[in-house]
T-cell receptor, first 113, second 115 residues
Framework: GNSVTQMEGPVTLSEEAFLTINCTYTATGYPSLFWYVQYPGEGLQLLLKATKADDKGSNKGFEATYRKETTSFHLEKGSVQVSDSAVYFCALSSGAGSYQLTFGKGTKLSVIP | GAGVSQTPSNKVTEKGKYVELRCDPISGHTALYWYRQSLGQGPEFLIYFQGTGAADDSGLPNDRFFAVRPEGSVSTLKIQRTERGDSAVYLC?????????????FGEGSRLTVL
């Protein structure tokens, strides 16, 4: 079955530091890949997505590239801000027509001034 | 409001009691999903509605769990004879389309604690 493994947190960084949160997956076929973010007191919201190999999703300075050869979708940001403090979830769906998302356990990021 | 609304935000109940959790999706969204998030885990799929019908309930853990969406909008997740292991945050999401590349919009969740 499908599964997502992401690096365990919590991760604490200083403002303007470089961020990487690793995510690898196991899936049959051609999954779509997502990063969702949950800010304190808010619901999960889509941060970025990629639907096929070598696609790069990007939003709010965050990027992730769909790497089929390494089954990975690592999240990166060049310079984090305090406002990026949140829990980040990597997720996949089995592709077009599929509606179930399989999530990783989440990585809590704290950015300190 | 414009987002997915879930009530109650917190529910504390005793083992063996019956619980209902409500979800009001974004207007016009035909697809509705329930997920469950246990402490330290990512959300896990429970059930998916397309319109009024449950298109896939394969994630419901057992027959104590049931969900309805009678008019294709608001949905209620019902849990009978609650157990301590049911304690979790129950998340509702909706989307315009049911395809795998569509964006899901999540509510803030209903935190259920079974004593």
């Amino acid at each position: 079955g499908n599964s997502v493994t992401q690096m365990e947190g919590p991760v604490t960084l200083s403002e303007e530091a470089f961020l990487t949160i690793n995510c690898t997956y196991t899936a049959t076929g051609y999954p779509s890949l997502f990063w969702y973010v949950q800010y304190p007191g808010e619901g999960l919201q889509l941060l970025l997505k990629a639907t096929k190999a070598d696609d790069k999703g990007s939003n709010k300075g965050f990027e992730a590239t769909y790497r089929k050869e390494t089954t990975s979708f690592h999240l990166e940001k060049g310079s984090v801000q305090v406002s990026d403090s949140a829990v980040y979830f990597c997720a996949l769906s089995s592709g077009a027509g599929s509606y179930q998302l399989t999530f990783g356990k989440g990585t809590k990021l704290s950015v300190i001034p | 409001g414009a987002g997915v609304s879930q009530t109650p935000s917190n529910k504390v109940t005793e083992k063996g009691k019956y619980v209902e959790l409500r979800c009001d999706p974004i207007s016009g969204h035909t697809a509705l999903y329930w997920y469950r998030q246990s402490l330290g885990q990512g959300p896990e799929f429970l059930i998916y509605f397309q319109g009024t019908g449950a298109a896939d309930d394969s994630g419901l853990p057992n027959d104590r769990f049931f969900a309805v969406r009678p008019e294709g909008s608001v949905s209620t997740l019902k849990i009978q004879r609650t157990e301590r292991g049911d304690s979790a945050v129950y998340l509702c999401a909706s989307s315009l389309m049911s395809g795998g590349t569509g964006e899901l919009f999540f509510g803030e969740g209903s935190r259920l604690t079974v004593l």
